[in-house]
């Protein structure tokens, strides 16, 4: 059974930096490519950003270009999105999803509110 467990989420001012983590469990991580999505209050999934089993190819959405990073550890299974320079509009919940530009299967996510 596939598991994607997320964390890091805060309250956070514009202009600062987090960085998320997500565990996974039950398939072979390292084999995986491996994508963030997120939903902000009221609205719809937003894919983010997506990295291959190997780390060779990376996508983002126009949204984050140039202040998110998608990076994993496949020793450890884990995938982060390291986020810079937070806006307001970045406030959503973010999930890890299993998959390339996929929403599905994803975990249930970790918060993050950027105030202005």
């Known amino acids: 059974e596939v598991r994607l467990v997320e964390s890091g989420g805060a309250w956070v001012q514009s202009g600062e930096s987090l960085r998320l983590a997500c565990a996974a469990s039950g398939f072979t991580f390292s084999a995986s490519a491996m994508s963030w999505v997120r939903q902000a209050p009221g609205g719809g999934l937003e894919w983010i950003a997506s990295m291959t089993a190997g780390g060779g190819n990376i996508f983002y959405a126009d949204s984050v270009k140039g202040r998110f990073t998608i990076s994993r550890d496949n020793t450890k299974s884990i995938l982060y999105l390291q986020l810079r320079n937070l806006k307001t509009a970045d406030t959503a919940m973010y999930h890890c999803?299993?998959?390339?530009?996929?929403?599905?299967?994803r975990g249930q996510g970790t918060f993050v509110t950027v105030s202005g």
């Open positions: 999803a299993k998959g390339l530009r996929s929403v599905v299967p």
